[in-house]
T-cell receptor, first 113, second 113 residues
Framework: NAGVTQTPKFQVLKTGQSMTLQCAQD?????MYWYRQDPGMGLRLIYY???????DKGEVPNGYNVSRLNKREFSLRLESAAPSQTSVYFC????????????FGQGTRLTVV | AQSVTQLGSHVSVSEGALVLLRCNYS??????LFWYVQYPNQGLQLLLK??????LVKGINGFEAEFKKSETSFHLTKPSAHMSDAAEYFC???????????FGKGNQVVVIP
């Protein structure tokens, strides 16, 4: 089982460039999430989608947009990348009745120079 | 909003010694609590979870955690550390009203031979 697949795994951007991080899950989960991980900060929620057709802001949404393309796919877009967005990004998915248990992708390591 | 606190970002433990990682939660309602583990350059993997059944929860790789409502704690333990336990460990909480996970800042565990 693939679980949660993120692409790309690594990316280097110049300040001001845009890019989209892709995420797909094959577990038929309703909910999907984007987190960023920074040293000493744990994981912070950027955006989430409780179900297909809905998206909501998390703890740190500024500078990001998301699209829940269908039940499987949830993308994260950086419209104008900034060095402060250098981070490791994780996509996760869960079933609403799974009592919060989330399944994570392998992460995208993004560097903005 | 619910939150968790993990103290001590780096924890060193000798091989064969007790592993103890502390987690205290803040939630207005009985929460769901989780411990996740992250091995180098990988995503997060669920170790164990508390969902209001037994207060002592057993997880994978010999880890267990005890939910103590009076202390608002969910500490993670393993009686005897193994070299393969070197990883970062995150405590997380969600409440019954939604499926969002809030993470602590994590503990980087180093196992000394």
């Amino acid at each position: 089982n693939a679980g949660v697949t993120q692409t790309p795994k690594f990316q280097v951007l110049k300040t001001g460039q845009s890019m989209t991080l892709q995420c797909a899950q094959d577990m038929n989960h309703n909910s999907m999430y984007w987190y960023r991980q920074d040293p000493g900060m744990g994981l912070r929620l950027i955006y989430y989608s409780a179900s297909e057709g809905t998206t909501d802001k998390g703890e740190v949404p500024n500078g990001y947009n998301v699209s829940r393309l269908n039940k499987r796919e949830f993308s994260l877009r950086l419209e104008s990348a900034a060095p402060s967005q250098t981070s490791v990004y994780f996509c996760a998915s869960s079933e609403l009745r799974a009592q919060g248990e989330a399944f994570f992708g392998q992460g995208t390591r993004l560097t903005v120079v | 909003a619910q939150s968790v606190t993990q103290l001590g970002s780096h924890v060193s433990v000798s091989e064969g010694a007790l592993v103890l990682l502390r987690c205290n939660y803040s939630s207005s309602v009985p929460p769901y609590l989780f411990w996740y583990v992250q091995y180098p350059n990988q995503g997060l993997q669920l170790l164990l979870k508390y969902t209001s059944a037994a207060t002592l929860v057993k997880g994978i790789n010999g880890f267990e955690a005890e939910f103590k409502k009076s202390e608002t704690s969910f500490h993670l333990t393993k009686p005897s550390a193994h070299m393969s336990d070197a990883a970062e460990y995150f405590c997380a909480v969600s409440d019954h009203g939604n499926n969002r996970l809030a993470f602590g800042k994590g503990n980087q565990v180093v196992v000394i031979p």
